[in-house]
């Protein structure tokens, strides 16, 4: 077996190849990698962020967070580097209008990813569940690094069933985002909006991970 090695940040920058097998720990992030006679460092699938029920959005129109994390620097700054996001979520409206809801992923202030769902029913319904998926995936890293992003969201917009089948709205990106600072600490959030009132949104679960 090959050496074993301790980072105290992210194991390389920029790339994936590394010179020897090796078990590497980056004891900032917890990140486990390992490199076979590949010479090809892959990480450990690593939970980042994990959160239970949270308090309940009320009075949601503008960007609202359902996840805020600062990522310590460098954890995206790695070739392929990969990231996915999943979360719950429940959501009562008024019923008075037919808002459409909108879930967003930025990094650093710079968005990577938003999906809009249809308007919801104009009938009041009450604890409707929506789930959301994204994936994040370094395109090119260092100070002016880019994120390949796509994701879904799946919503019941029914009249307050919430049994009812969801219907499924996926990402329209089709070029990598515009330039964020790989290299620094960055602010994760993944935000929730509507194009007119919902009276409450509740994350139930969600989480982070690394997952290359």
């Known amino acids: ?65 359902l996840i805020s994390k600062t990522l310590n620097a460098g954890v995206l ?53 929506v789930q959301f998926e994204f994936q994040l995936q370094t395109a090119t890293t260092g100070s002016s690094g880019t994120i390949e992003s796509h994701g879904y969201v799946y919503a019941n917009i029914s009249a307050n069933t919430p049994a009812a089948a969801s219907g499924i709205y996926c990402d329209t990106n089709t070029a990598v985002s515009s330039s964020v600072n790989l290299a620094s600490a960055l602010a994760l959030a993944v935000t929730v909006a509507a194009s007119s009132t919902i009276t409450s949104v509740q994350l139930r679960q969600a989480s982070v991970e690394c997952v290359f």
């Open 1 to 65: 077996m090959g050496a074993d090695r301790i980072t105290q940040g992210p194991s390389i920058t920029g790339t994936n190849a590394y010179d020897s097998q090796a078990l590497v720990l980056d004891v900032t992030n917890n990140i486990l990698e390992t490199s076979g006679t590949n010479r090809t460092m892959q990480a450990a699938r690593t939970a980042l962020i994990v959160l239970g029920a949270q308090t309940a959005l009320s009075t949601v129109t503008t960007a609202q967070n």
């Open 77 to 129: 700054n790695k070739a392929l580097r990969t990231l996915l996001i999943q979360g719950s979520v429940i959501y009562t409206s008024p019923g008075t209008t037919t808002p459409t809801i909108t879930i967003a992923v930025t990094l650093g202030g710079v968005s990577l990813c938003s999906i809009t769902t249809a308007a919801v029913s104009s009938t009041a319904s009450t604890n409707m569940p």
